[in-house]
């Protein structure tokens, strides 16, 4: 179920702070952050944040696609090894 309109997005207000400290300097840096759940806003376009996945910082670069996503869904946490050939 999707989230309630009138609720708003959700972005971590660290995550949001971080981003907003940037614009405000011009300086183009990479943020790290925890927070996966977080929603993509229009202030995160040409920014680059570092995603952790549960085991390392998986930078994403975020383009104009991507708002109204959340940042987990570009930080992968499962690696395929791929499927068991045929053992004959």
Known sequence: MARSLKKGPFVHYKLQKKVDELNESG??????????????TP?????????????????????ENMVGHKLGEFSPTRTFRGHSGNKK
């Open 27 to 40: 300086k183009s840096s990479v943020i790290k952050t925890w927070s996966r759940a977080s929603m993509i």
């Open 43 to 63: 202030d995160f376009v040409g920014k680059t944040i570092a995603v952790h996945n549960g085991r390392q910082f998986v930078p994403v670069y975020v383009t």
